[in-house]
């Protein structure tokens, strides 16, 4: 079993509609959860960022957390094109680990309009 | 957010050349720096951890006399591939840690080698 599980996808939506992205894990250690938004041919870019279990939000962007279950989850309100990338989890453990994530393998995102 | 600039964006380059990718940090320090490698439709996969000042850290089953890496200045990481062969066409990625906990990536490098 991997240490993070992301399903690849492609995950296909209109224009508007509520996005769910999921990834769950299995390292209790991981304390820092991280979602992170690729473009074709270009390097992550830091969406969202959390180190406790709950919500999150930021403009059209939540995360949630839930360490019980190990399960983190990003929200994509009103959904918009330009929204289409690959979505990257990742998570690290407090320490030095701390700055080395421990990433998904990502979700493509297609939202047509 | 902080910006780390990694340059060139893609490079191509016959079989048995060498190419370097660089990796800055434009507005903040790195005493550490860390290069990815990223095959199509994967993960990230951490290849070393650069140190300023001192060598480099490979992670398990990376060459490091293939993939040299140099930390020569706070702001400054290189990675070069030596010898370069046609599998070793991929996205390279640098990243830095920034504030404690996060870590800020590079725009990523495209290698062809033909």
């Known amino acids: 079993q991997k240490e993070v599980e992301q399903d690849p996808g492609p995950l296909s939506v209109p224009e508007g509609a509520i996005v769910s992205l999921n990834c769950t894990y299995s390292?209790?250690?991981?304390?820092?959860f991280m979602w992170y938004r690729q473009y074709s041919r270009k390097g992550p870019e830091l969406l969202m960022y959390t180190y406790s279990s709950g919500n999150k939000e930021d403009g059209r962007f939540t995360a949630q957390v839930d360490k019980s279950s190990k399960y983190i989850s990003l929200f994509i309100r009103d959904s918009q094109p330009s929204d289409s990338a690959t979505y990257l989890c990742?998570?690290?453990?407090?320490?030095?680990?701390?700055?080395?994530?421990?990433f998904g393998r990502g979700t493509s995102l297609i939202v047509h309009p | 957010g902080a910006v780390v600039s990694q340059h060139p964006s893609r490079v191509i380059c016959k079989s048995g050349t060498s190419v370097k990718i660089e990796c800055r940090s434009l507005d903040f320090q790195a005493t550490t720096m860390f290069w990815y490698r990223q095959f199509p439709k994967k993960s990230l996969m951490l290849m070393a951890t650069s140190n300023e000042g001192s060598k480099a850290t490979y992670e398990q089953g990376v060459e490091k006399d293939k993939f040299l890496i140099n930390h020569a200045s706070l702001t400054l990481s290189t990675l070069t591939v030596t010898s370069a062969h046609p599998e070793d066409s991929s996205f390279y990625i640098c990243?830095?840690?920034?504030?404690?906990?996060?870590?800020?990536f590079g725009q990523g490098t495209r290698l062809t080698v033909v």
């Open positions: 990243s830095a840690p920034f504030g404690g906990t996060e870590a800020f």
């Open positions: 990742a998570m690290s453990a407090p320490g030095r680990g701390s700055y080395i994530p421990t």
């Open positions: 390292n209790s250690a991981f304390q820092y």
